[in-house]
Nanobody, 120 residues
Framework: QVQLVESGGGLVQPGGSLRLSCAAS????????MAWYRQAPGKMREWVAR???????DYAEFVKGRFTISRDDAKRTVYLQMNSLKPEDTAVYYC??????????????WGQGTQVTVSS
């Protein structure tokens, strides 16, 4: 069974950094577009960053210049480096990905989320 498991969340002071990881497990033929979303208390889930299998990246305006998405396909892992964190970045961060459990079949998966809290 294919799963996405996030890690790396925690409590950090404003201006600090964190790196989130999202590891894919199970029988996977390929990883296609991977993305990060977040959901703050009382708010809708929002898209944060996207990385295609070809290496193209895209970021939400509110994280541009501060967050960087990357991937290591050999490790089946996607990362989100978060710098210059602000209190408004506090949220549960979710990994999302289009994975192929076998050739020709693409399924969208979500991770369980990891809490990021930015506070002094």
């Amino acid at each position: 069974q294919v799963q996405l498991v996030e890690s790396g969340g925690g409590l950090v002071q404003p201006g600090g950094s964190l790196r989130l990881s999202c590891a894919a497990s199970g029988s996977i033929f390929s990883m296609n577009t991977m993305a990060w979303y977040r959901q703050a208390p009382g708010k809708m889930r929002e898209w944060v960053a996207r990385l295609t299998s070809g290496g193209s990246t895209d970021y939400a305006e509110f994280v541009k210049g501060r967050f960087t998405i990357s991937r290591d396909d050999a490790k089946r892992t996607v990362y989100l480096q978060m710098n210059s964190l602000k209190p408004e970045d506090t949220a549960v961060y979710y990994c999302n990905g289009d994975l192929a459990p076998r050739a020709g079949r693409l399924i969208n998966y979500w991770g369980q989320g990891t809490q990021v809290t930015v506070s002094s």
